[in-house]
């Protein structure tokens, strides 16, 4: 194999490598173990590549893959397993209900099939069992007549809400599901105990469902990045076992040349006189010329063998690297879904919990203060009444993109169900607060509203809380709450901040 052979396979070498090392980047995150093994494998592969070291790496990602898809099902499995438990609990507790024993059964049947799943999508489903989890424990069965006690309303409320903001998400990705839009507008009108039960049960199938299939996408994406990575394996081995034999190759032709040097060097040595001397020179001469051509037809074939193999590795690499770009693409549009609220396009209260979290760290940090606001619609109940659920959706669109046009750059709105929105203000304290707040009231009031040929004016109520050192956000979050409905009692339209504790 002359230079420009060996550069061409060594610049072939080079772009295999930083083609895995990038490809290696999309899995980031994945899990720890899988994360500390691709960087190994980057760092075999960087600067001057290491096949032999990097395809040792390929072989334990190859057993890291098996092994956490094995994982998944273990946690499917356990988690599948408690959603049974909640479910048989309920069963029992309400034996008397034949509509609900139904339901359940339906739930139950789909939690004993055998399937993979999300991790979030799991979460959010055990979080649903939890709330209902906390219903009251209801009077012994063996005296029919004696009722359950009702709900405390403050687990309604928070119930209300958590199975709103689902409907919310799930009405997103099927909007034209009947049933889901007939469900969100009875939450809207408010639910007895018995339907909110009933709406749960509906959800907890929805979220099921959804389960099965992003698993089913994900073991996929996963069996199939296992054996491309199988592949490329087999075919790292074998560019080490070609160039391996091409290296034994080279050095078997030099000795043979070198011994052809050494049978010439004997033959003028001998002096066996000129015309001799000429035909043992031609003899070796021709030897020689069938070696170097041997030789290059051998460097050729070589050449060919390395060039196909690095062909079918990139083109493998290229596969490889569109199904993860696409696997990317599906995750940030379901997490963009997940976060955004399908009605008013603004944030939802997944991505409020992520944001004040991150916001709540970074005021402890800095130094500087963090306000929390809570507001509600005015009356927003009466146009719905009035006017239909229609006009309160186009209503909670144009007041939410009016709040959101009226935030600077860093200031943070989410819609937290209902009526209601929640605004994360940094490095702003409790005077500056109520400023802003005006400033929204104001805004919304200024709105040019018109429904059936009837002017109506906006108004929201606000309550407002800033962060102390020794507080969560669940607590701010009721202060705020709590000055809220100060606001209401106060008449309305206004803005009550709690200044007590700062």
Request: aromatic share 6%; proline share 3%; net charge negative.
């Amino acid at each position: 194999m002359n230079s420009s052979q060996l550069q061409s396979v060594q610049r072939h070498n080079e772009m295999l490598a930083q083609s895995v090392i990038r490809l290696s980047k999309f899995f980031e995150g994945y899990s720890a173990d899988i994360d500390n093994e691709l960087q190994t494998l980057r760092g075999h592969l960087a600067g001057t590549p290491d096949f032999s070291l990097a395809s040792v790496s390929i072989g334990k990602l190859d057993h890291l893959f098996q092994g956490d898809i094995k994982n998944v099902r273990r946690y499917t499995a356990s988690s599948l397993s408690l959603i049974e438990q909640s479910v048989r609990t309920l069963q029992q507790r309400f034996a008397q209900d034949t509509e609900f024993r139904t339901h359940a059964a339906s739930v139950l049947t789909l939690a004993n099939q055998p399937t993979d799943s999300l991790q979030a999508l799991l979460k959010v489903c055990l979080n649903s069992l939890s709330l209902i989890q906390k219903l009251p424990t209801p009077c012994d069965t063996a005296t029919p007549e004696v009722r359950t006690a009702p709900l405390n309303p403050s687990i309604t409320r928070s119930l209300q809400e958590e199975l709103q903001h689902l409907l919310d998400s799930y009405t997103q990705l099927q909007p034209d599901n009947i049933q889901l839009g007939n469900l969100r507008h009875r939450l809207l009108e408010g639910l007895n105990e018995d339907d909110l039960l009933q709406a749960c049960l509906v959800i907890l199938r929805l979220i099921v469902k959804d389960s099965m299939g992003e698993a089913a996408m994900s073991g996929e994406v996963i069996q199939s990045l296992h054996e491309a990575l199988g592949k490329l394996n087999k075919n790292v081995e074998k560019s080490i076992v070609h160039t391996h034999q091409a290296f034994v190759s080279r050095q078997k032709t030099d000795e043979v040349f070198k011994q052809q040097l050494n049978d010439i060097e004997d033959m003028v040595a001998a002096d066996t006189g000129l015309d001799g001397l000429k035909e043992q020179t031609r003899y070796h001469l021709k030897k020689m010329a069938s070696t170097l051509a041997q030789r290059k037809e051998s460097e050729r074939t070589e050449q060919q063998k390395i060039m196909s193999l690095l062909s079918r590795m990139q083109t493998q690499l290229d596969s490889l690297e569109r199904q993860t770009i696409d696997y990317r693409k599906k995750l940030a549009q379901q997490h963009c879904a997940s976060h955004t609220d399908p009605l008013t396009q603004l944030p939802n209260r997944m991505a409020y919990n992520e944001k004040i979290v991150s916001a709540w760290q970074h005021a402890q940090a800095s130094q500087q203060p963090l306000s929390l606001a809570v507001l509600d619609i005015d009356h927003f109940k009466n146009i719905n009444d009035r006017f239909g659920h229609a006009a309160g959706d186009k209503t909670l669109q144009v007041v939410a993109n009016q709040l959101a046009q009226g935030l600077n750059e860093g200031e943070f709105i989410a819609r937290w169900g209902g009526e209601e929105f929640v605004l994360v203000y940094e490095n702003t304290g409790p005077t500056a607060l109520a400023e802003k707040l005006e400033k929204l009231r104001t805004r919304l009031m200024a709105l040019p509203f018109k429904f059936k040929q009837e002017r109506l004016t906006i108004t929201a109520s606000f309550g407002g809380a800033t962060f102390t050192a020794d507080e969560t956000a669940e607590q701010v979050f009721e202060r705020a709450d709590q000055k809220l409905y100060e606001a209401k009692r106060s008449g309305r339209n206004c803005v009550v901040i709690d200044q007590d504790r700062y």
